[in-house]
């Protein structure tokens, strides 16, 4: 019995791969941190990625599903950012090209929202070990990270300063006696008046 031949035309898996990365390679160019990173980083990361898919209005990862195993890399589509309770407004819209949850997998915490499909989604998946290796061989995507992380807690630092004055105002009544609070005399009419 002969080996069996291949068909002619047929690259082998190996090419196909190359072929994968390269095009993965090219769509993650189109975005920031990735049109700055050096080629051999790009194509680390690159390597590394899986696919998957997510219908509209599927949470891809919240509070109770524990440390994070992955970060996600928005390929098409786009990305809510709320709070945890599926009836509150989101907060944020991430877009295509766009990194989550950066925070909670450098922290290796749980993260402190949910992340939904707004419609059908594709998002790139690396592990949370790839993601830190790919942080130390490249300068350009650890700066990038360091960054975005620092820009989400600024963000959070003033929404919790936000709603600290706002609970403050609301408490100063309650701090505060009737002779300070009311300003003229109060309205009064006779037992008899009609209403």
């Known amino acids: 019995?002969?080996?069996?031949?291949?068909?002619?035309?047929?690259?082998?898996?190996?090419?196909?791969?190359?072929?994968?990365?390269?095009?993965?390679?090219?769509?993650l160019r189109r975005h920031a941190p990735f049109d700055r990173m050096e080629e051999v980083h790009l194509h680390l990361l690159a390597s590394r990625l899986k696919l998957a898919y997510?219908?509209?209005?599927?949470?891809?990862?919240?509070h109770g599903m524990g440390i994070p195993?992955?970060?996600?890399?928005?390929?098409?589509?786009a990305v809510m950012v709320g709070p945890a309770d599926q009836g509150a407004s989101p907060e944020i819209a991430l877009q295509e090209g766009e990194c989550f949850p950066l925070g909670a997998v450098v922290a290796r915490r749980p993260v402190?929202?949910?992340?939904?499909?707004?419609?059908?989604?594709f998002c790139y998946q690396l592990s949370a070990e790839d993601f830190r290796r790919v942080m130390e061989q490249s300068a350009v995507f650890h700066d990038f990270c360091t960054r975005r992380i620092a820009h989400m807690l600024q963000h959070a630092l003033v929404n919790l300063q936000s709603d600290m004055a706002l609970n403050v105002s609301q408490r100063q009544p309650l701090d505060r006696t009737l002779a300070q609070i009311v300003a003229r005399e109060p309205v009064s009419c006779a037992e008899d008046t009609p209403i």
């Open 1 to 27: 019995m002969s080996a069996p031949t291949r068909a002619s035309g047929v690259q082998p898996y190996r090419t196909d791969v190359a072929t994968l990365t390269g095009g993965t390679v090219a769509q």
């Open 54 to 62: 997510y219908p509209a209005e599927t949470v891809i990862i919240d």
């Open 69 to 77: 195993e992955h970060v996600y890399i928005i390929k098409q589509g």
């Open 112 to 121: 402190s929202g949910a992340y939904r499909a707004s419609h059908d989604t």
